[in-house]
């Protein structure tokens, strides 16, 4: 569906976006994160062509330029502010760009936005704003949704109401790149992580895969502690103990089973400890520091 | 381009600016009636609605380009246009229509209120005194109106993507509606001797609106009618490219 190929950006002389390469398959909901400044919206206003860029990018096989927007026909996007004029109302501000009305009509129920759609945006809420640049950038059948940043302003109900949507339409084909700093709500729907810091796509993996690779601990509990205690370290593997409970690396596993099984000791729980999706982007980014720090 | 025509013009009439600019042009030609006495030079320069109607334009015009930039809604025009000149041109065209509507208006006003305040005095198919007819000058007026109004609009979008401050940008028209002609007229005094040259400044357009009807103007502007009409075009043809070049490089 998007294709993003070695594409560096600049604004101005500086490098905003470094040979960023990732791919999007019709259905994906693709979660672009990364601290302020690294480069998200710049990758998504390359995408929508309104930056020039080095690389190549491609939606359905039809290549995406500064001059040439044909394949973005089939994508809608709401970019760091949703875009309405604040003297239309907001039937008026969809109906500027709708080319279905019955699918404008849809999206208004869905959203919640019946009671207040015939009055001038000016007078809305940021809620209600933001609710309206989704569902314009929403209109039409888009094969392709860019957002970012869209559970701004938006309360509990209608977060939820959003993100019930977005698995709809992705569910239909629609394919999604989502940036949020909300990440226990990014991590709710997207299939896919990429993640960025400094212009450079650093992590790029489905989000199965990043929660497996991610969750190195495993909590283990066996029926005698002393003894595993004692195993484990005649073993010289790694441990942290906490409370009758032991605090093990994923990469251990296995020998920690063969060699409980020689002690004949029972296990009774080993499991993967649930951890904090933000707590890993954060560890993953401290890591890059580090490293880029030492080089 | 059609699709183009029609979202801008959509908006345009969704705007407050659009009665707004209406309004204050009536106003201010009965504000000109019940001021100023009533002559032959009153009604063809149509209650100075010559005057008004390019300083309204001038605000109307960089409001319009301005508002996409401040409402953030400029990403959304651009990235479903390829063509970045469609979006730039059929702005371009809608208020140079809007100009058009407001010269409509200024000619109905004009004969209302000759009708109210005059009566059948200074007909209009009468000759004033060694002139066309009254109708004719007021036409003259008309096109030199619609002629400067190009000249405008496409400076307003230049100056605009280039100072991005709208009350610069109105200032500066103000400035140009009201002391344009006589900044000019002492620049040909000052360099008397480079007139051939000085002629051609940008201020001296303006005539445009006067001379076309009142032949003695061009004594004024040192340009015959059709060099005066050239002027004005050359002018809002360099405005329009330079201003494009400007919008198509601005950062979204």
């Known amino acids: 569906m998007l294709k993003v190929q070695n594409v560096t950006t600049y604004i101005g002389r500086t490098k905003i976006v470094k040979r960023a390469s990732f791919d999007i398959d019709a259905g994906n909901i693709v979660g672009l994160i990364g601290p302020n400044g690294a480069g998200k919206t710049t990758i998504m206003k390359t995408i929508l062509g309104l930056t020039k860029f080095d690389g190549s990018i491609q939606i359905n096989h039809q290549p995406v330029t500064e001059n040439q927007h044909a394949a973005l026909n089939s994508v809608g996007a709401l970019i760091e502010h949703?875009?309405?004029?604040?003297?239309?109302?907001?039937?008026?501000?969809?109906?500027?760009?709708?080319?279905?009305?019955?699918?404008?009509?849809?999206?208004?129920?869905?959203?919640?936005?019946?009671?207040?759609?015939?009055?001038?945006?000016?007078?809305?809420?940021?809620?209600?704003?933001?609710?309206?640049?989704?569902?314009?950038?929403?209109?039409n059948h888009p094969q392709l949704v860019i957002l970012d940043e869209p559970m701004n302003g938006l309360d509990v109900e209608a977060t939820i109401g959003i993100r019930k949507l977005i698995k709809q339409y992705a569910d239909r084909g629609t394919a999604f790149l989502i940036s949020s700093h909300i990440l226990s709500e990014l991590q709710k729907v997207m299939t896919h992580v990429v993640l960025i810091n400094h212009?450079?796509?650093?992590?790029?993996?489905?989000?199965?895969?990043?929660?497996?690779?991610?969750?190195?601990?495993?909590?283990?509990?066996?029926?005698?502690?002393?003894?595993?205690?004692?195993?484990?370290q005649q073993r010289t593997i790694h441990y942290i103990q906490e409370g009758n409970t032991f605090r093990v690396k994923r990469a251990d596993i296995f020998d920690i089973q063969d060699a409980l099984y020689q002690q004949q000791i029972h296990l009774k729980e080993l499991a993967p400890i649930e951890t904090n999706f933000e707590q890993v982007v954060v560890t993953i980014l401290e890591q890059q520091r580090r490293a880029d720090h030492e080089a | 381009m059609k699709r183009n025509l029609l979202e801008e013009t959509f908006k345009f009439i969704h705007q407050r600016t659009f009665v707004g600019g209406i309004v204050l042009l009536v106003i201010l030609m009965l504000y000109n009636a019940l001021t100023v006495r009533i002559n032959?030079?009153?009604?063809?320069?149509?209650?100075?609605?010559?005057?008004?109607?390019?300083?309204?334009?001038?605000?109307?015009?960089?409001?319009?380009?301005?508002?996409?930039?401040?409402?953030?809604?400029?990403?959304?025009?651009?990235?479903?246009?390829?063509?970045?000149?469609?979006?730039?041109?059929?702005?371009?065209?809608?208020?140079?229509?809007?100009?058009?509507?407001?010269?409509?208006?200024?000619?109905?006003?004009?004969?209302?209120?000759?009708?109210?305040?005059?009566?059948?005095?200074?007909?209009?198919?009468?000759?004033?005194?060694?002139q066309p007819t009254r109708i004719n000058l007021l036409l003259g007026n008309v096109i030199g109106t619609l002629v400067y109004s190009l000249f405008i609009v496409t400076l307003a979008f230049l100056l605009i993507t280039l100072l991005k401050m709208n009350t610069a940008v109105i200032g500066i028209g103000l400035a140009l509606g009201f002391l344009g002609a006589s900044i000019s007229v002492a620049l040909m005094d000052s360099f008397a001797s480079s007139t051939t040259v000085v002629r051609w400044n940008p201020l001296n357009m303006v005539f445009v609106t006067q001379q076309l009807a009142n032949s003695p103007y061009a004594n004024m502007s040192h340009l015959n009618n059709l060099e005066i009409i050239a002027g004005n075009l050359i002018y809002a043809a360099g405005f329009g490219v330079i201003g494009y070049q400007l919008f198509k490089r601005r950062h979204v």
């Open chain 1, 82 to 139: 949703p875009a309405i004029y604040p003297f239309l109302s907001g039937r008026q501000n969809l109906a500027l760009y709708s080319h279905d009305h019955q699918d404008m009509a849809r999206l208004i129920a869905k959203l919640g936005m019946t009671d207040y759609i015939q009055q001038k945006a000016k007078g809305y809420s940021l809620g209600m704003k933001q609710k309206l640049g989704i569902a314009i950038a929403l209109l």
């Open chain 1, 199 to 232: 212009g450079q796509i650093i992590v790029n993996q489905s989000f199965e895969e990043f929660e497996q690779l991610h969750h190195r601990d495993y909590k283990l509990l066996t029926e005698d502690e002393v003894l595993t205690a004692q195993v484990l």
């Open chain 2, 40 to 130: 032959t030079t009153t009604l063809v320069f149509e209650f100075g609605a010559v005057q008004w109607i390019p300083v309204i334009i001038i605000g109307v015009a960089s409001t319009f380009l301005a508002m996409e930039y401040q409402y953030h809604t400029i990403l959304v025009v651009l990235y479903k246009n390829s063509h970045k000149w469609q979006t730039y041109l059929a702005k371009l065209v809608v208020v140079w229509l809007y100009s058009l509507l407001l010269t409509v208006v200024a000619v109905v006003i004009t004969f209302i209120l000759k009708f109210l305040m005059v009566g059948r005095q200074y007909g209009w198919f009468t000759y004033s005194t060694g």
